[in-house]
């Protein structure tokens, strides 16, 4: 697929949200007095999607325009037993704060908007096709996977490339379960995943149709398969608000956020390294290993300290986010 490469002026105009912006525009909201949003086998792998209803519960959400309905994952999964191998070494982010500030450009640039614009963006039902160099191919109903599926909560640090960063308890299951489940070929060498393409749902994808949406990422195939490489369907104990990545997104803390792929549709074994979101973009500044280093700084700003989006504090950003010990083998 041709991807075309450009940098359109939105992109390179971009610089982290200064501190202050943000604490007004939180002000703003809260003074529209809006509410906050809050080792199995794989036997059903290529089944028929369940019928609705079938496990799944509706949850309501507050939104620009009031109150709508959101058909989720199967309620009976959530909250999942925590592992409590991941230790945190800050409190969690306010569930609050994390819900109103995001990152997912499908929708609009601006981090305190994306809550209110996701109403129309249907997340049920919601299929993933998983295949490429793989033995077996499959695509499943998200419901049926997730309960094939060892889900757990894990408590993660999140780093944004922006210096801005969050502590929250993601709901999922290790990718490496699932790859075991398909079978990569020796020929494998990366995993590529794909976001969806709705501009008549995102109106970021409506508005901005020079960039090479869908949204794609991608890892070595030793990255996929570490065990701190999550697929997450929930957070803060109940199934993915829409802004967080609803229904499935990829969790990988030792990199910076944006190789978190929100809202996946398909996930692709390959033999070469894949063209990824911004990478293509502007790849003199967003690297494909994307990890987090306090001693190599973005071309634009610092990377020595990060800053917590609910209570401000200041901290030194750790190499690879803190989890050296799980993943400083995969780059000798």
């Keep these: 697929m041709h991807i075309p490469k450009h940098h359109p002026g939105w992109i390179r105009g971009l610089q982290p949200t200064p501190e202050e912006l943000y604490l007004n525009r939180r002000r703003f909201l809260q003074g529209l007095g809006l509410a906050a949003i ?3 086998g794989l036997p059903l792998l290529g089944a028929q999607a369940a019928p609705p209803g079938s496990g799944s519960s509706v949850r309501e959400i507050q939104g620009a325009t009031g109150t709508v309905t959101q058909q989720t994952a199967p309620s009976d999964i959530y909250p999942a037993p925590r592992n409590e191998k991941f230790k945190l070494d800050r ?19 601006e981090k305190d908007l994306v809550w209110m614009l996701v109403e129309k963006f249907r997340t049920e039902p919601w299929r993933i096709e998983i295949g490429g160099l793989v033995e077996k ?19 993660y640090r999140h780093r944004c490339v922006e210096t801005w ?11 490496s379960a699932l790859l ?11 995993v590529r995943f794909v976001s969806f393409l709705r501009p008549e749902e995102a109106p970021g994808q409506a508005e901005d149709r020079r960039s090479p949406w869908p949204y794609q ?13 999550l697929i997450a369907t929930g957070i803060y104990g ?15 803390p030792w990199k910076y956020g944006f ?56 901290r030194k950003t750790l190499l690879y986010n803190g989890y050296k010990e799980f993943v400083a083998g995969l780059y000798g």
């Design 137 to 155: 191919p499959a695509t499943v109903d998200l419901d049926e996977l997730i309960r094939a599926m060892p889900m757990e909560e894990r408590l």
């Design 238 to 252: 109940h199934p993915l608000p829409k802004q967080h990545g609803a229904p499935i997104r990829l969790v990988t």
């Design 259 to 314: 190789k978190s792929i929100k809202s996946i549709r398909k996930i692709e074994l390959v033999d070469h390294q894949p063209a990824t979101f911004w990478n293509t973009l502007i790849p003199d500044e967003y690297d494909f290993a994307a990890n987090v280093n306090p001693g190599k700084p973005h071309p634009r700003w610092s990377q020595a300290t990060e800053w917590m989006i609910d209570t401000r504090d200041r």
């Design 180 to 190: 075991k489940e398909v079978q990569p070929k020796n020929s494998a060498t990366h």
């Design 217 to 229: 990422e991608g890892l070595t195939i030793a990255e996929a398969m570490n065990e701190l490489t």
């Design 91 to 109: 409190p969690i982010t306010d569930e609050r704060v994390a819900a109103r500030y995001n990152n997912f450009y499908e929708f609009t640039v």
């Design 165 to 175: 960063a969050m502590a929250v308890p993601w709901t999922g299951f290790p990718l």
């Design 38 to 40: 809050g080792g199995a």
